[in-house]
């Protein structure tokens, strides 16, 4: 038997999908698990397909699955992000030679990525971490896919034609959804953030669910063909697509629409809180993500639910109804969610670029970035057409929002926005994520903001030193005075 191009390690979901996904495009590949029942499990559910002949099932331990994919082989990790890929790698590494090659597709963080990039390197073992979206389904029939490491020569000649045969491809040209992203942990750093702009996705349309529920006092069905009509127009996504879908399923028990009997408590695995954590700590400073931070606090306080039932029974504060009209505000919900959509993205783009100069990354443009979730990842929509447009046009752009056919939707879609987060405030209805974009758009928007006062008050209490509109250098007025002398400041700190 011929040695299969590649292993994959790790049949749960994704991986057994994916290892169907390869098989099926006609790539060889073994497939392994640390218990050989999982592995006998996902070869036994396709051995009557006619690619189930490019599967080779491993069923004992990884010295064995070494034999059979080679010393210098390539092999794909699919397990838990942490402690279970570390631990693969443990055992794997010391049995390869020089010119082995790993690629991690778990949702690993970028920083263990590139550190373990350097580590095997230093064996001749060549080390990617790939991010993959798409869910199960993607895995099997076509994800977005965000390889980064340390050699791009290695990608294109061993990783490049696999990765694209089973990569989605965009229905506008065809062109599948995989680009090499970069440098050390570029690939789970991009997917990372990827992740976090699907939080912030996920958020407005729950909390435009909310409204319609709460304020408009809408059912799941109704709510569901508001869906369903969004999706038709600029806001066609996967997500708003889904929304519609998981509203319309009735409760098995037959007593109503499930969604209603789902306990509104969210969970988090990583990613979004990742994404904030490093927004806070890029040397350079402090990147703006409120739409990001909305949506994983949003996620934060659901899980709170005891203390948010107990505290809603002391407070008293419960939602009411809108007094406005009903076809009105939820015309004015689909242009806000669609502004403040792109306030989302925006704050995502600008932590990319910053991260690819800070982190030297040297990875593609924006353009190539959004152009490979135009298909098979969660956030695929048809806003991202636009975006892979915008930044073809102009890669140089400072922000999405500068954009021309996103400034004139920003600036025609601030008073539906507000509207929305008027009637939210009327009606008692929490929009975190939407009241986080219009306020990050209106900053961007203003030529001046109150940080001058802000910068007294330190000056104040803290002799941190100001600058002046009128004039160049650092200035400390001292307070404590009666006369409240103002001093200059030269760059060596000197009077």
């Avoid at 794997?92 to 010119?99: D, V």
């Amino acid at each position: 038997m011929a040695r299969p191009q590649f292993a994959m390690i790790g049949m749960g979901v994704m991986g057994s999908a994916l290892a169907k996904n390869f098989a099926e495009k006609g790539l060889a590949i073994t497939i392994y698990n640390r218990t050989a029942e999982k592995t006998k499990q996902a070869y036994d559910a396709v051995k009557h397909e006619p690619f189930a002949k490019r599967m080779h099932p491993v069923l004992g331990d990884i010295p064995e699955l070494v034999s059979l994919a080679g010393k210098k082989g390539a092999y794909f990790i699919m397990v838990k992000a942490g402690a279970p890929t570390e631990e693969v790698i443990a055992q794997l590494a010391p049995l390869l030679s020089k010119g082995a090659l790993l690629v991690d597709f778990a949702n690993s963080h970028f920083t263990d990525t590139w550190r373990r990039s350097a580590e095997l390197s230093a064996k001749g073992i060549h080390f990617f971490g790939a991010g993959v979206s798409g869910g199960e389904e993607g895995a099997r029939h076509g994800p977005s896919i965000m390889p980064g490491g340390f050699s791009r020569e290695v990608y294109e000649k061993r990783l490049k034609k696999a990765l694209e045969a089973v990569a989605a491809k965009a229905p506008q040209d065809g062109k599948p959804c995989v680009a090499f992203i970069g440098a050390g942990g570029a690939g789970h750093y991009v997917k990372m953030v990827h992740n976090a702009i699907e939080y912030a996705d996920m958020q407005l349309i729950a909390e435009a669910y909310d409204l319609m529920r709460k304020a408009l006092g809408m059912d799941a069905l109704s709510i569901a063909e508001v869906f369903e009509a969004w999706n038709k127009g600029v806001l066609e996504s996967y997500l708003i697509e889904i929304t519609s879908e998981v509203l319309k399923q009735e409760d098995p028990f037959g007593k109503g629409q499930l969604v209603d009997f789902i306990l509104d408590s969210a969970r988090m695995k990583g990613t979004g809180t990742w994404t904030v954590a490093n927004s806070l700590t890029l040397p350079s400073g402090v990147v703006a993500i409120p739409g990001i931070y909305a949506a994983v606090e949003g996620r934060a306080i659901s899980a709170r639910r005891a203390e948010r039932v107990a505290l809603a029974k002391k407070l008293g504060i419960s939602s009411r109804r809108y007094s406005g009209d009903r076809q009105e505000l939820i015309d004015a919900l689909e242009q806000a969610l669609f502004t403040a959509k792109i306030a989302c993205y925006a704050q995502g783009i600008e932590l990319m670029q910053l991260a690819n100069k800070e982190y030297s990354f040297g990875g593609p443009d924006i353009s190539t970035l959004a152009s490979i979730w135009r298909a098979g990842c969660i956030i695929r929509a048809k806003l991202l057409g636009d975006i892979t447009r915008a930044y073809a046009k102009d890669a140089k752009l400072s922000s999405l929002l500068a954009a021309p056919a996103f400034s004139k939707a920003i600036t025609s879609g601030m008073e539906s926005l507000a509207k929305v987060c008027c009637a939210a405030a009327e009606s008692r209805v929490p929009l975190m994520a939407f009241d986080a974009s219009r306020n990050y758009i209106l900053q961007y928007a203003s030529r001046q903001l109150p940080a001058n006062l802000t910068q007294a008050q330190r000056d104040f209490f803290g002799a941190h030193t100001y600058e002046r509109t009128d004039r160049k250098g650092a200035f400390h007025t001292e307070w404590g005075t009666k006369k409240r002398k103002e001093a200059y400041f030269n760059q060596t700190g000197q009077r």
